[in-house]
């Protein structure tokens, strides 16, 4: 942290994020791994709080993900904490990984008078250490001294291993002629090794809403928003998301809820994108969007077989407007497609159509769109109403500096 | 060509292949891109040859690929020729794909007296510019006088594009006393855009064989070679692979000849390792072995999910023994895995073990190992039989120079 300089692509602040009725912060130096900075941040979250949370499908999930998915199914009323350490992921330690995280969620339970059942827990940075949670148990009274609605952003700092900068988003919303707020921080997806790309969100809501309800409205704005997003293709272990709603607007929120899904659904996208921004040696914003496909499912597979592909992510660090490479990606995805119907635009200039260059085309256009910073690559198959957009940076040298040269 | 230092993992020189009687070679400068070198070669193979050939999976095939498709499975028993141009790969090219291919294919069947479905050709360089196809034909009758059995080394290196060395391989092996001779050439996988990474490989040998035979056997072997090969997970439109036999050995060769079988893998697996060795910035050969899998299918998806992660690649890169990186890549690479049964080594150094770092693994062993020039990441999984081996090389800034840096 603070090795790499702040990415080209970061907000000019950390916004400025409403208090959410009903959850407070607390944040300590505890000495886990890194010095002289907040490396523990607890979020307590009053009774009557409902929880749900989505999770890495990995199959080599850490210790405190399993910890987590066995409590977020759950029913339960009285209070819940979330506490998550940086500089130590607890991910792949063994027995210990389970020891650790049991040592840290009974701590937490006795230390704030919790039941067990209702202690999120997680861990990011170094990995195949055992986690010191001595160290974070022995800073839990000090933490629920410290406890204040308005200290979010020290929390989203606090869970900061690599990144660049901190990530918060908010939105407000009328529900039934009440106002209803929500508020998220996230950090990622910074990989110096031995970390890994861990994303961490944390979203609160002062909504009134089921939990399941909750659960499946995280679980469905997931696949549009973390799901299409994608740095270097790479998966963490640990990838958490909790999302806690305290009721305390008294707005009642449901599945039918439009405005409510879409405000939440923007605070999500907008800390998707910043962990985007925040993608080791990033230089350029790139949001990929496919039509005209056989299937949506078809639409997503060859927007990240474009997002992920090396060619096309270096061809705009070298802001290159080589559509070739894109044919290319589409063609290996292994989605139905049909070379001589794509047709492919940069921005809003078409470059290829019926299977070759469009005759309109001077590269001169396409040259001068990929000197932006956030560029638009748009891809029409001309099969069906398939449709997805994701979002990824470019690969520059930046990228193998942070992930190959840390040990020269 | 010539622009970047040749790979350091080349060879020290060409191999001194043997005459493969019944086939002759020929190149010549036909100026279709590059000035100043030979860019077309044609290979001509006597009468009662057997042809066959494998292709990429591409949904959006070059040209000249697709009419290889078509002609390789139609018996034949004329003679055949195969002409590569290089420097243009008429792929994403519309209408005019057709047209190049097809002018090329009449001309040739014209000149040298064949049947056109025996004439078989493929096209690698620039895409989406119409290939100058008259340039090549009018070279036809020059490269027929030129013809000769000893040039094969010759037409290693007119097929190169942004190969940084011409590539060859081949074995000698009995069969009913009688020796049979495989002879191969290959190129890739340069990528300087806008060119792709084609893979271009020719295989020719003297023994008698059926022509379903000599298919199934060329399949079979490609999922073993040159499918278990990745530079940067991108997938070229043009990938051809051709076999000639030309049976003027007198050998026949059946199904159950293992020792034949056995040579022309041999054969293949060198060529693939040459083009890996000749990836992009490639400073490291990284061999990948999983066993233990659930399956053979569900071990190679674990080590293409290993050799195509950029976090490990960069590690490699870096001279990083970061077995964390590994477990990642199985975690997310979709095939069944449990964290806890994972061995990982590197070389014979046993780094981790029952989901953690092995006690005995100290980091100096790992590291020393990295700086080799030729890695081995075994993995055993520890829940079946499965195993899978497949190649690759290390992801550096040489490749993000090659492939972003040319425009600046």
Same mark, same amino acid.
């Given at each position: 942290?603070?090795?790499?300089?702040?990415?080209?692509?970061?907000?000019?602040?950390?916004?400025?994020?409403?208090?959410?009725?009903?959850?407070?912060?607390?944040?300590?130096?505890?000495?886990?791994?890194?010095?002289?900075?907040? /490396? +523990?941040?607890?979020?307590?979250?009053?009774?009557? =709080?409902?929880?749900?949370? +989505?999770?890495?499908?990995?199959?080599?999930?850490?210790?405190?993900?399993?910890? &987590? #998915?066995? !409590?977020?199914?759950?029913?339960?009323?009285?209070?819940?904490?979330?506490?998550?350490?940086?500089?130590?992921?607890?991910?792949?330690?063994? !027995?210990?990984? +389970?020891?650790?995280?049991?040592?840290?969620?009974?701590?937490?339970?006795?230390?704030?008078?919790?039941?067990?059942?209702?202690?999120?827990?997680?861990?990011?940075?170094?990995?195949?250490?055992?986690?010191? *949670?001595?160290?974070?148990?022995?800073?839990?009274?000090?933490?629920?001294?410290?406890?204040?609605?308005?200290?979010?952003?020290?929390?989203?700092?606090?869970?900061?291993?690599?990144?660049?900068?901190? !990530?918060?988003?908010?939105?407000? +919303?009328?529900?039934?002629?009440?106002?209803?707020?929500?508020?998220g921080i996230a950090k990622g997806s910074g990989m110096i090794a031995p970390d890994m790309a861990t994303m961490l969100v944390y979203v609160f809501t002062d909504a009134v809403v089921e939990r399941s309800v909750l659960q499946d409205m995280l679980s469905t704005l997931t696949d549009v928003t973390f799901? &299409?997003?994608?740095?270097? =293709?790479?998966?963490?272990?640990?990838?958490? @998301?909790?999302?806690?709603?305290?009721?305390?607007?008294?707005?009642?929120?449901?599945?039918?809820?439009?405005?409510?899904?879409?405000?939440?659904?923007?605070?999500? @996208?907008? @800390?998707?994108? #910043?962990?985007? !921004?925040?993608?080791?040696?990033?230089?350029?914003?790139?949001?990929? *969007?496919?039509?005209?496909?056989? =299937?949506?499912a078809d639409a997503k597979t060859h927007a990240m077989a474009i997002a992920n592909s090396p060619l096309i992510k270096t061809a705009i660090a070298g802001e290159d407007p080589n559509w070739g490479r894109v044919v290319m990606a589409i063609g290996k995805s292994g989605a139905a497609a049909d070379r001589?119907? @794509?047709?492919?635009?940069?921005? /809003?200039?078409? %470059?290829?159509?019926?299977?070759? %260059?469009?005759? $309109?085309?001077?590269?001169? #256009?396409?040259?001068?769109?990929?000197? #932006?910073?956030?560029?638009?690559?748009?891809? $029409?198959?001309?099969?069906?109403?398939?449709?997805?957009?994701?979002?990824? &940076? $470019?690969?520059? *040298?930046?990228?193998?500096?942070?992930?190959? $040269?840390?040990?020269?």
């Amino acid at each position: 942290m603070g090795k790499y300089p702040t990415s080209p692509l970061a907000p000019a602040a950390f916004p400025a994020l409403p208090v959410i009725d009903g959850v407070r912060f607390a944040t300590v130096e505890a000495g886990v791994r890194y010095k002289g900075r907040r /490396d +523990v941040m607890l979020a307590l979250l009053d009774e009557g =709080s409902v929880m749900a949370g +989505v999770f890495t499908r990995s199959a080599t999930r850490a210790a405190p993900v399993l910890d &987590c #998915q066995a !409590k977020i199914g759950l029913d339960g009323s009285g209070p819940a904490a979330i506490v998550v350490n940086s500089g130590n992921a607890n991910a792949f330690t063994g !027995k210990n990984g +389970v020891t650790a995280t049991k040592a840290v969620t009974r701590a937490a339970a006795e230390a704030l008078g919790l039941d067990e059942g209702r202690v999120f827990t997680s861990s990011t940075g170094v990995i195949g250490e055992p986690l010191p *949670h001595e160290r974070v148990t022995a800073k839990l009274g000090e933490l629920k001294e410290a406890l204040d609605p308005g200290k979010i952003e020290e929390a989203a700092r606090a869970i900061m291993t690599t990144d660049t900068f901190p !990530k918060g988003a908010s939105a407000e +919303v009328m529900v039934d002629g009440k106002t209803v707020k929500i508020a998220g921080i996230a950090k990622g997806s910074g990989m110096i090794a031995p970390d890994m790309a861990t994303m961490l969100v944390y979203v609160f809501t002062d909504a009134v809403v089921e939990r399941s309800v909750l659960q499946d409205m995280l679980s469905t704005l997931t696949d549009v928003t973390f799901n &299409c997003i994608t740095v270097d =293709s790479d998966t963490s272990t640990s990838d958490t @998301l909790l999302m806690g709603a305290t009721g305390t607007s008294g707005a009642r929120v449901t599945a039918e809820s439009t405005a409510f899904i879409d405000a939440l659904r923007g605070v999500m @996208l907008d @800390l998707a994108h #910043q962990v985007v !921004k925040d993608g080791e040696g990033a230089t350029k914003f790139v949001e990929v *969007h496919v039509s005209g496909a056989a =299937s949506d499912a078809d639409a997503k597979t060859h927007a990240m077989a474009i997002a992920n592909s090396p060619l096309i992510k270096t061809a705009i660090a070298g802001e290159d407007p080589n559509w070739g490479r894109v044919v290319m990606a589409i063609g290996k995805s292994g989605a139905a497609a049909d070379r001589d119907l @794509l047709s492919i635009r940069f921005g /809003d200039v078409l %470059v290829a159509e019926n299977g070759w %260059v469009s005759p $309109d085309y001077r590269e001169e #256009q396409g040259a001068a769109l990929m000197k #932006q910073q956030e560029i638009t690559i748009s891809v $029409d198959l001309g099969l069906g109403g398939g449709t997805a957009t994701v979002w990824t &940076c $470019d690969l520059t *040298h930046g990228y193998i500096s942070i992930n190959a $040269d840390y040990r020269s």
